[in-house]
């Protein structure tokens, strides 16, 4: 249900190249979310970086929610970046485990999949 990768490289190093590598694969970067920036600002210590980025292909998103509009609260999909234990990890939710258990429709899948395999290679040429 997920796809973990660890890295030498540091947060921000990575984050820094996920500006390039997304766009590569037909995808866009919709929003990063800094966790631990929000945390702090709201109050909770957070010694860990964390960015979380919102990735979509507008194209794949339209053929999702002309099948099932239900799934938008699956949309957009996510990559983190992430300290932890002294690593650096990428991960993120397998995008076919996850919308066959909202809707086990094989166009979907099929769909689904083809994301899954995009992001399975940002995430290893990222590493």
């Given amino acids: 249900m997920k796809y973990v990768v660890t890295t030498d490289k540091d947060v921000d190093t ?3 190249e996920m500006e390039t ?20 600002k709201k109050g909770v210590e957070f010694d860990k ?5 919102e990735i979509c292909n507008p194209k794949k998103a339209k053929a ?5 509009m ?11 970046v992430y300290e932890d234990n002294g ?13 066959k ?3 086990p429709d094989p166009e979907l899948e099929v769909i689904a999949l083809a994301v899954e395999s995009s992001f ?6 990222l590493k």
């Fill in 101 to 103: 258990a909202l809707n």
């Fill in 49 to 53: 970086a964390v960015k979380v980025f």
């Fill in 64 to 68: 999702v929610l002309e099948k099932d």
């Fill in 120 to 125: 399975k290679a940002m995430m290893d040429q």
């Fill in 70 to 80: 239900d799934l938008a609260i699956a949309l957009p999909c996510r990559i983190a």
């Fill in 21 to 40: 590598v997304v766009p590569a694969h037909q995808f866009g970067i919709v929003a990063v979310h800094d966790l631990q920036e929000t945390m702090q």
């Fill in 14 to 16: 990575v984050c820094s």
């Fill in 87 to 99: 690593q650096t990890k990428i991960s993120m939710m397998a995008p076919a485990a996850m919308l």
